[in-house]
DNA sequence: CGGATTTGACCAGCGC
DNA sequence: GCGCTGGTCAAATCCG
């Protein structure tokens, strides 16, 4: 118990380089795309996921995919792209969905925004709490979901859910 | 003091 | 029509 404290020390994405170089690397790609383009361009294109990374498509039932079924050791980040469709023919909400799969100790992961943890559910596919981050500035509306693989809770599954208008600052 | 975090309760949508 | 799950909001609390 008492180490279970200790471990928050190194909740710091930069802190963990040596063992979530996977994560660093989220962190790194995050970071390349805000100082290098200024940010996610307009809703209508989606921030691509990591250039190794293949989108993978959300059954939108329940699990993820093979996320958790490809722990082979080859695909340790993967991104999954899907804006919402409707069976109907037009959609009104089209809020792209960004989901990234990383390898990490802690669900904290620093992207260069600023959250808050606004809810915390018990999902039934999982084991592990689903946490619900919202984006702190003002006319933002982007949401953040983070919730820890089923069958390896080394992962974490961060969706995204929106586009930035504001710079990282 | 301000901001962030926490937990519980409420609501909505969907399935059976 | 009822039950269940997921998602969101609000109030209270704690930390810096």
Not at 9 to 32: I, R
Request: with cysteine; hydrophobic share 20%.
């Amino acid at each position: 118990m008492s180490s279970d404290k200790n471990k928050k020390a190194a909740d710091s994405p930069e802190n963990g380089d040596s063992t979530n170089q996977w994560f660093f690397e989220l962190s790194d790609y995050l970071k390349l795309n805000d100082d290098d383009d200024d940010q996610w361009p307009d809703d209508d294109n989606v921030p691509p996921p990591l250039p190794e990374a293949e989108p993978l498509f959300f059954p939108n039932t329940n699990e993820v995919g093979d996320f958790g079924a490809s722990g082979s050791g080859s695909n340790h980040l993967q991104g999954s792209s899907n804006a919402r469709e409707v069976s109907g023919s037009e959609k009104k909400d089209v809020r792209e969905r960004v989901a990234f799969k990383t390898k990490s100790e802690v669900e904290i992961i620093d992207d260069g925004y600023r959250w808050r943890k606004y809810g915390k559910k018990m999902v039934k596919n999982s084991p592990n709490p689903r946490n619900y981050y919202r984006c702190t500035v003002d006319g933002c509306r982007v949401k953040k979901r983070v919730e820890r693989d089923r069958e390896d809770p080394t992962y974490v599954i961060t969706t995204y859910e929106g586009n930035h208008t504001h710079p990282t600052s």
